[in-house]
C-alpha cells in the first residue's frame, strides 16, 4: 500500500511554475528519495505536502486519507514529520528541551500549567538524543551547535513527534562525506527500527544510490525520470540535467 | 549532585534572607523615614506583580502587548465598583476582578494572538485598551467619568489611614503568592511551550502545536494576574480614575519589563523598583517625566538589550567563573 500519494500537484509562485503537476508514490516502508538540481521544486513539493502552502490544484493522500490543504499542524498530527532545508530548531532552549518540548506538544502534556517540567519525558528525550548522537550536548543551547549538528536535532525534533513518515529536505547539507555517510546510515538504521516511511530531497547522487529503493528526478517543477537507482544511473537525460550541481543551498 | 545540594541550600539561605529583608523592611522605613516610604515600598510591590505578570506574555509568550493597562485598569474598576455600587463583600469583590481581567484576556487576545509582526500586536492591543480607557471615561453614569472613584471602602484591618504597615504585609502576601505562582507556570511544562513558540513558531507548528491557543492562554493568565495588581493599586490608592487605563500606563509597564530584562523571572520586577523610584524623585525635580521616560527607552534599547537584570545576571555570572578558577 501507498503510505504518500500525490496526484497532479501543482503550484507556481507569480509566473514561475515550481511544481507542475506532479504524481508521486511512496510505498509503506519504503525510503524514497527525490533528486534535482536547484530550483526544481524539491522544497516546494514538501511544502505543499506538509501544509506549508496551499496547492493550486491537485491532492495529496496520506494513509489513504486525503490531507490537501489540511493546516500544518493537522498533516503533523495525523503523521507526517518534516524537516527543514534550512535547519529549523528551537536556538536559545538546550538540545534536552527541544526534544521535550516536541513530547509535550505531541503527547498532549503542553498545557500542564503547575507540574515539574522534569517529570515530563526525561527518559524518553534521552533515547531520541542517543539515537541521534547528541546525548553529550543535551545541556548546550541548541543555536551553538555545529550545523551537523544542528540537522541531527532537528532529525531528533522530528522523531520526536512519533511521525509514520519522514520528510526530510536535504538533510545531509552542509555536511562534510564522513558525517554525510554517518547521517545517512543513521536515518536507514532508525526508518527500519521504528519502521518509517521516509521520502528525503538530496543533491549528492552518490548519497541517494545507496539508501533509496525509489528514486525521483525533478527538474523545472516536472518529474524527468523515475525508478530505482540502477535505472536512474543509466538514464541518459538525467545525467545530462543534473551531473553539473553538487552543492546544496541553505538560503 | 553535591553541586546540587550546595546550589539548592544557597537557594534556600538567598529565600530566607529576602524573606528577613521585606519583614523589617517596613518597620525600618516607617521609623527610620517616613511613611511615605512605606507607600513607596508598596507601590513598587505592586508595579512589580503588575510588571511580572505583563512579563508572562512579553518575555516567555514573546506577545508584545501595549494593552495591558485595561487588564490593570478593569482589575481595579471591577472591584472598586463593586465596593462602591453594590453590597458585595470585599473578599469577592477582590476574587471577581482579576476573573473580569481574565474575561477581558480572552476577548482582547482572541483578536490579537494570531496577528504576526509586533507592531501589528502592539497596535490591535492599544486599540482595545484605549477603548477600555474611552469608556470609563465617558460612560459616567456606571464609572464617574472622570471624576473616577473616590473613598473606596476599605476595612479597618488593611487601612491605610494611619499607616501602611497592615496594608503592605496585605500586599506581601498576596503578592509573594502571585509571583509563586508565575513562577511555577514558567517552570511547568506550559513555560517551556510557550518559551518554544516564541523562539520559533514556526518549527512549533510543525510538531503539531496550535500556536494560537498556546498564546491566548498566557496572554489570559497574564491578564488575571494584572487585574490582581490593579486591585491592589485600587487598595492603596483608595481611589481611581481613568488614567490608570491610560496607554502610558501600558508604555511604563513594558519599560519595566524592558528596563529590568524580560528574559529574566525577577527582571520586570526590577525594572518596576527603579522606574517607581525614578518616577517619584524625578517628578518633584521636572515635570517632563514623560519625556525622561521616551529617553529613558531608547537608551535601554540600544544599550541594555538585556536590561539592567541581565547585565547584573552576567556580571555575577563572571564573578562565580573567576571564582571557581
Ligand atoms: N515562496 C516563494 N516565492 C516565490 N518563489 C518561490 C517560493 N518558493 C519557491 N519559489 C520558486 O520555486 C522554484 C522551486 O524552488 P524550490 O522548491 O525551493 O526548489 P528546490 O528545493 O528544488 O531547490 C524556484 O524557482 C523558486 O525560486
Ligand atoms: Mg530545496
Not at chain 1, 217 to 235: E, L, Q, T
Not at chain 2, 29 to 56: D, H, P, Q, R
Request: glycine share 10%.
Amino acid at each position: 500500500m501507498a503510505i504518500l500519494e500525490i496526484k497532479g500537484l501543482r503550484k507556481s509562485f507569480g509566473g514561475v511554475m515550481a511544481v507542475a503537476g506532479m504524481d508521486l508514490k511512496v510505498e509503506d516502508g519504503h525510503i524514497d528519495s527525490i533528486i534535482g538540481p536547484n530550483g526544481a521544486g524539491k522544497s516546494t513539493l514538501f511544502n505543499l505536502i506538509s501544509g506549508y502552502y496551499p496547492c493550486d490544484e491537485g491532492r495529496v493522500f496520506f494513509k489513504g486519507q486525503d490531507i490537501t490543504d489540511l493546516p500544518p499542524q493537522k498533516i503533523a498530527k495525523m503523521g507526517i514529520g518534516r524537516s527543514f532545508q534550512v535547519t529549523n530548531i528551537f536556538p536559545k532552549l538546550t538540545v534536552f528541551e527541544n526534544i521535550q518540548a516536541t513530547f509535550l506538544y505531541t503527547r498532549g502534556k503542553g498545557l500542564k500549567l503547575f507540574s515539574d517540567l522534569k517529570k515530563f519525558f526525561t527518559q524518553e528525550a534521552e533515547e531520541i538524543l542517543s539515537n541521534v548522537g547528541l546525548i553529550d550536548q543535551a545541556g548546550e543551547l541548541a543555536g551553538i551547535l555545529a550545523a551537523g549538528d544542528r540537522k541531527r536535532l532537528e532529525l531528533g525534533i522530528v522523531l520526536a513527534t512519533g511521525p509514520d513518515l519522514l520528510l526530510l529536505d536535504e538533510p545531509t547539507c552542509g555536511m562534510s562525506p564522513k558525517e554525510t555517510a554517518n547521517t545517512i546510515d543513521l536515518i536507514k538504521e532508525i526508518a527500519e527500527k521504528e519502521s518509517l516511511s521516509v521520502l528525503f530531497t538530496e543533491h549528492k547522487m552518490d548519497v541517494v544510490f545507496g539508501i533509496a529503493f525509489h528514486i525521483t528526478v525533478m527538474n523545472f517543477g516536472s518529474i524527468i525520470a523515475a525508478g530505482k537507482p540502477d535505472d536512474i544511473r543509466a538514464n541518459e537525460k538525467v545525467q545530462q540535467i543534473y551531473f553539473g550541481e553538487n552543492r546544496c543551498s541553505s538560503k | 549532585m553535591q553541586a546540587e545540594r550546595k546550589n539548592s541550600a544557597a537557594k534556600w539561605l538567598y529565600g530566607a534572607i529576602t524573606a528577613l529583608v521585606l519583614i523589617i523592611l517596613p518597620f525600618v522605613l516607617e521609623k527610620g523615614f517616613s511613611e511615605y516610604y512605606l507607600y513607596l515600598a508598596t507601590k513598587i510591590m505592586v508595579w512589580a506583580l503588575f510588571a511580572m505578570s505583563f512579563n508572562l506574555a512579553l518575555g516567555y509568550g514573546g506577545m508584545m502587548s501595549f494593552g495591558h493597562a485595561a487588564f490593570f485598569g478593569i482589575g481595579a474598576y471591577t472591584c472598586s465598583l463593586l465596593l462602591v455600587k453594590t453590597s458585595c463583600p470585599l473578599p469577592l469583590a477582590f476574587v471577581i476582578a482579576p476573573f473580569v481581567a481574565a474575561g477581558a484576556g480572552v476577548i482582547i487576545g482572541f483578536f490579537s494572538v494570531r496577528i504576526k509582526g509586533v507592531f501589528y500586536f502592539a497596535t490591535i492591543t492599544l486599540s482595545f485598551a484605549q477603548l477600555a480607557y474611552i469608556l470609563a471615561f465617558k460612560w459616567r453614569s456606571f464609572t464617574f467619568g472622570d471624576d473616577g472613584i473616590q473613598g473606596i471602602p476599605i476595612p479597618a484591618l488593611i487601612s491605610t489611614d494611619e499607616t501602611y504597615i497592615n496594608y503592605y504585609f496585605f500586599a506581601l502576601i498576596i503578592i509573594v503568592i502571585c509571583i509563586y505562582v508565575l513562577w511555577k507556570i514558567v517552570k511547568s511544562p506550559f513555560g517551556l511551550m510557550l518559551r518554544s513558540l516564541r523562539e520559533n513558531p514556526e518549527r512549533a507548528t510543525f510538531v503539531g502545536m496550535k500556536v494560537e491557543n498556546y498564546r491566548l492562554i498566557a496572554f489570559v493568565i497574564s491578564a488575571f494576574f494584572s487585574g490582581i495588581a490593579g486591585v491592589l493599586y485600587a487598595f492603596l490608592e483608595t481611589a481611581i480614575s481613568p488614567d490608570i487605563l491610560f496607554w502610558s500606563m501600558s508604555g511604563e509597564v513594558i519599560l519595566m519589563g524592558l528596563l529590568g530584562g524580560m528574559h529574566i523571572f525577577l527582571g520586570p520586577a526590577l525594572g518596576a523598583t527603579i522606574m517607581v523610584l525614578l518616577n517619584s524623585f524625578i517628578t518633584s525635580y521636572t515635570e517632563y517625566w514623560g519625556m525622561v521616560l521616551g529617553i529613558a527607552l531608547i537608551l535601554i534599547v540600544l544599550f541594555f538589550p538585556k536590561g539592567v537584570g541581565g547585565l547584573m545576571l552576567e556580571q555575577y555570572q563572571k564573578w562565580m567563573k573567576r571564582k571557581g578558577v
